[in-house]
Structure formats: C-alpha cells, structure tokens
C-alpha cells in the first residue's frame, strides 16, 4: 500500500477587488499527484510561484485544497472538508523557512523544545526532559543552550532547535520548506548530511521544497518539478538530473552553475519560445 498518495489536489486563490468584492480566483495547484513511499526523500522543486510551499501546506494540514485529498497509508488527511487533528498534525511536521518561525523570543530554549510535547503527549516532566537530551545530542547542540533565548544563539542553531521541536514528536513525514534558504555552502551541505543521517536513524519519509534542485538532488530519491501549479515531470534524481524529459526540468539544471561537475549544453527549444506541457512519467 502506498504510503503518502496526493490525489488530484488542486488549490485556488481568491481574488478581491474594492470593498472585498470577489473578483475571481487564481490557480496555485492545479489537479497535483503523486505518491510517496515510507522512508522515501521525496523533491519538490520549482521557481517562485510555482505552488510547491502551497502544496506542501496543503500536505502538512495548514491549508486546505480546494478539491483533491491526502491520504496517508490509506487514511484521508486531508481534504476539502477536513484537516489533521492533534494526531494527523503530529504525524506530518512543517519545518518552515525561517528557523526562528517556531521559536517564541520569549522563552527560553528548554521552553520552547518542552511546549510541543505538553500539547501532543502525556509524558512526564522527567521524560520530556530525558527525551529533550536525547534529541539535544543528535542534532550535536550543547545542553548549555537551553537556558538561552533564541536571540542568543546562531541562526545555524536556531534552525536545529527548530528541527528538534518537530523530531521530539517522532513524525512519520517531515515537509521542509528551503531546508538550506540563508546558509553559505560549509553550513549548507553540514545541514544536509545532518538530515540523511536523521532520516536514517529515525526512518523518517521527507518532502523536500526548493527552489534549488541541487539541493535536492544531493537527499532525496525521486523529485516532482513543478511549474506554474502543476507537475510537470517524477523521476528518479540520477535519471532526471541527467537526462530531463521536460524542457522546464532541462531549464533548472541548466540555471545550477555545476551539475556533478558538469554543465548541460544550451537548448533554444529552453530558452527560446513556449515550453510544452508534458504530461508527468508514472511514479515508482
């Protein structure tokens, strides 16, 4: 049985004119499918705009589609009339962009890692804290930190933190919005390495959004491209990354500077006139 399915999900944006009159609707997702396998690193990349941040709200239960539904090991998630609950929101865990989104700066670190396990667990306090250390020593960060607050650590550390408060709830699927947005190239690719190794501790299935299809071409399995709100291509990373069906695939790696330390040729049929649609090669 699939694990993840995404069926059909599409996404509409109301537009409103003067006095909040309706005045039509934009398109972000447009019949989306896909399905994920457990413990699977699954990519979704695309240009700004694209819809992938909508779709994967949409997957975590923070929004809900217009039509379609999620499902996961056959159980609707997520659909136009209902979201997750407690237990759905704990199973499937948004790391945001920014790494002090989940961090209140007025408390203390040890606060903001015991908060989701008071709301989502009935753990005692020592076993919040036992489980806390835990997790502290696997993400490599110093028990000297909990008494801090989040202004007076790194952003390195905070986006840790912020990856620890998602891992205390043993989540079955981890989504990543721009995992690597804001760090240079040592703390990106220590970030990255630090998240397969996670993935393989915990058995953890990832979605991983970028803009950036190196990213992750470097962690995840298979990767969807998106365009303008619908998939435009599924394959497996080494397939995709050198030999893309889809002219828009073709266009992102050629925007990368190196590709396996190689560069693809120019292609005029890229970057000179329409890019056909293609309908998306079947999943795996």
């Not at 835990?134 to 790194?154: K, N, V, W």
């Not at 058995?203 to 969807?224: K, P």
Request: hydrophobic share 40%; charged share 25%; net charge positive.
């Amino acid at each position: 049985m699939t694990f993840l399915d995404v069926d059909s999900v599409c996404h509409d944006f109301v537009e409103r004119g003067l006095f909040g009159r309706r005045t039509g609707f934009l398109r972000a997702l447009d019949s989306v499918s896909f399905q994920v396998s457990e413990a699977e690193a699954f990519g979704i990349v695309g240009e700004t705009g694209s819809g992938k941040s909508t779709l994967g709200k949409i997957i975590a239960g923070i929004q809900r589609p217009t039509s379609g539904r999620v499902s996961l090991v056959g159980e609707t998630i997520a659909s136009h009339s209902m979201m997750p609950g407690r237990e759905g929101r704990a199973t499937l865990q948004y790391v945001y962009q920014d790494p002090g989104a989940s961090l209140d700066p007025r408390w203390t670190i040890r606060r903001s890692l015991h908060e989701p396990l008071v709301i989502h667990t009935n753990f005692p306090k020592h076993e919040r804290d036992a489980k806390i250390n835990g997790m502290l020593a696997a993400l490599e960060l110093p028990f000297t930190l909990l008494d801090r607050y989040p202004r007076e650590i790194s952003g390195g550390q905070q986006r840790r933190v912020g990856l620890a408060r998602v891992l205390l709830l043993a989540p079955r699927i981890v989504i990543f919005d721009e995992p690597t947005s804001g760090l240079d190239t040592l703390v990106r690719s220590s970030v990255l390495r630090l998240l397969e190794d996670l993935r393989k501790e915990f058995r953890l299935t990832y979605l991983m959004i970028s803009h950036d299809i190196n990213v992750v071409s470097s962690i995840c399995d298979r990767v969807a491209v998106m365009r303008q709100g619908r998939v435009v291509e599924i394959g497996q990373v080494n397939e995709l990354m050198l030999n893309p069906m889809h002219p828009y695939s073709r266009s992102l790696i050629m925007a990368s500077p190196r590709i396996g330390g190689v560069r693809l040729t120019d292609d005029p049929e890229v970057h000179g006139g329409s890019i056909r649609e293609q309908k998306p090669s079947p999943t795996r």
